[in-house]
């Protein structure tokens, strides 16, 4: 089954809808109301081992620093948090998933914020790496370089950051 992320961010919750007919399948609180959650959601692919879809809800603005809730698809109560590391960091801005061009769902997700691109491993939620660049989107897209790996493509913003797009081999 096919969901739809909707985010209500006054209310900070974010609604599963059905992909087939729209009707609500669930409502998961995230956060605060001033938190911003729902700026941004991902479909991760299963990362809790359960043989059901897992997604990520950024929430910028929670306690000064920004969040990302991953969500258990299967008990839609959050399984993991992940925190900005500095006071109005925005961690959690843009989140993106690479199990929509990996041949392994999951595998990795960037996380956007003022202060860089984290890039996480799923396995063990650890920072592989800061990409140290602004970046106000983050995409996951097929190998362009021949090296076997999803490689990272980071918009930059009009508002927070001074850069120019950039590529950034996964």
């Not at 009707?23 to 609180?29: I, S, Y």
């Not at 063990?124 to 999803?150: N, R």
Request: contains cysteine.
């Amino acid at each position: 089954l096919i969901v739809l992320l909707v985010i209500d961010r006054s209310a900070a919750e974010v609604s599963v809808l059905s992909a087939l007919d729209g009707a609500v399948l669930e409502q998961v609180t995230v956060g605060h109301a001033t938190a911003g959650s729902g700026s941004a959601c991902a479909l991760l692919g299963d990362v809790t081992n359960d043989d059901v879809e897992d997604f990520a809800v950024g929430a910028p603005h929670c306690r000064g620093m920004g969040a990302v809730f991953i969500i258990d698809g299967r008990t839609m109560l959050i399984a993991k948090r992940l925190s900005g590391q500095c006071e109005d960091e925005r961690f959690g801005w843009f989140v993106s998933s690479e199990s929509t061009v990996s041949a392994v769902p999951g595998k990795r997700m960037a996380v956007a914020s003022r202060r860089g691109v984290y890039v996480f491993s799923t396995a063990g939620w650890t920072v592989e790496t800061i990409v140290p660049y602004c970046g106000e989107t983050a995409a996951w897209i097929p190998d362009q370089d021949g090296d076997a790996e999803s490689d990272l493509i980071i918009g930059k913003g009009v508002t927070a950051c001074l850069s120019s797009n950039r590529w950034f081999d996964g």
